[in-house]
Each structure stands twice: as C-alpha cells, then as structure tokens.
T-cell receptor, first 119, second 113 residues
Framework: GAVVSQHPSRVICKSGTSVKIECRSLDFQATTMFWYRQFPKQSLMLMAT?????????EQGVEKDKFLINHASLTLSTLTVTSAHPEDSSFYIC???????????????FGDGTRLSIL | GENVEQHPSTLSVQEGDSAVIKCTYS??????FPWYKQELGKRPQLIIDIRSNVGEKKDQRIAVTLNKTAKHFSLHITETQPEDSAVYFCAARGGDSSYKLIFGSGTRLLVRP
C-alpha cells in the first residue's frame, strides 16, 4: 500500500531554533501534500496544502513566514518551523494524496508524525 | 468553508456491544467522507470511507452511513473488542478542488473488557 515517510519522528530543541520536517511519498507521486498540527487530545488542524512546483496554500490564521513549506519534487514536501518557540510545540503530521490514481476522492495517506518540543 | 462536528467526544462501551459515532458537515458540495482511527502518538489510519453517491458501506464489523439531505454521516462498530479502543476522527472533503480534508473533533472510544 501507499507509504508516507515522515522524518524526524521527534525533535527537542531550544527556543529560537528553526526545525525542518520532511514528508516523503515512498511508492507513489504526490502533487499535493498536506500539513496538520495536532495538540494533545485535540483534532488534526490543517495548516496548509503543499503543491508541487508552486506556492503552498495556507489556512486562515497560519503564518506563512513562520511555517515555510517547500514542495520541490513529486515525492517530497518539507515544513520548516522558523524561530520556534514553546507555543509551537505540537505533533505535526503530513499526508499525501496519490496523484497517479484516477478519481478525485482518493484517500490521504498519513506519515507517522513529528513530535516537536521547544524548550 | 467546510465545518465538521463530531459527537460524542467520549464513548465507553462493554466489549461485544456496538458503538456509534456521528458527524455533521456544513458544505452540501462535500463528496468524500473518510473515518480514521488514531492510537496514542501514532498516525491516523483510514478504516473506512464513503463517497457521496453511496448511502451505506460495510467492511466486516465496521459500517458507515451517509445522509446527504441531512448532511450527516455515522460510523458503526459492532461486536466491539478492546483493541478497538482509540480516538476516531471523521472528516469531510469540501466541494472545492483543493482535496483538503476537514476533520471532526474526535471521539475517544473505550471498550471495557
């Protein structure tokens, strides 16, 4: 089945550090990937839609200069949390949609998530 | 934009009983409704999905029903087992071309042995 690899799984760093998270589709091409943030005991909140070869589309209230998204290839999207602060601590999860499959209603495949802790 | 509401937030059932989780959505153009199961600290896993041209879908002990007129859909788990304990999320894909999913707030299901 479709596999999405997300790396790293856990990051602990000091306030002010920038952190990059990678999301790769391993056996399919993904022109569209999605980045979510999940606080403890809460739902997945969509942050942005990552589009291969073009700018990401951010959801309302998400700072695009704070959360930089790059989708330079059909299998890789990266999320960089710039100048991270303790309030950015959260579980970040990516998902990808198989671009090769016909039909608009295909499932999204999720990565394992990255637990980010800012001290 | 799409808004998805999910109830209940917590659900405790005895092993062997059935569990029902309900969701409503706001965008009448939404056409795809997946359900995910998430265990603590893990990725959400798709357990079943339904498209807007279908009213019901079943996969062994899991079934989903969709009422487009009322804009609600439900997850039914029969013969629950302790390993069904997890957080369940419904989601809806809006009617635009973005393919993005909007998630419900989640239901924490506990199956008591």
């Amino acid at each position: 089945g479709a596999v999405v690899s997300q790396h790293p799984s856990r990051v602990i760093c000091k306030s002010g550090t920038s952190v990059k998270i990678e999301c790769r589709s391993l056996d399919f091409q993904a022109t569209t990937m999605f980045w979510y943030r999940q606080f403890p005991k809460q739902s997945l909140m969509l942050m942005a839609t990552s589009n291969e070869g073009s700018k990401a589309t951010y959801e309302q209230g998400v700072e695009k200069d704070k959360f930089l998204i790059n989708h330079a290839s059909l299998t890789l999207s990266t999320l960089t949390v710039t100048s991270a602060h303790p309030e950015d601590s959260s579980f970040y999860i990516c998902s990808a949609r198989d671009s090769d499959r016909l039909g608009s209603n295909q499932p999204q495949h999720f990565g394992d998530g990255t637990r980010l802790s800012i001290l | 934009g799409e808004n998805v509401e999910q109830h209940p937030s917590t659900l405790s059932v005895q092993e062997g009983d059935s569990a029902v989780i309900k969701c409503t959505y706001s965008d009448s153009a939404s056409n795809y409704f997946p359900w995910y199961k998430q265990e603590l600290g893990k990725r959400p896993q798709l357990i079943i999905d339904i498209r807007s041209n279908v009213g019901e879908k079943k996969d062994q002990r899991i079934a989903v029903t969709l009422n487009k007129t009322a804009k609600h859909f439900s997850l039914h788990i029969t013969e629950t087992q302790p390993e069904d304990s997890a957080v369940y999320f419904c989601a809806a894909r809006g009617g635009d071309s973005s393919y993005k999913l909007i998630f419900g707030s989640g239901t924490r299901l506990l199956v008591r042995p």
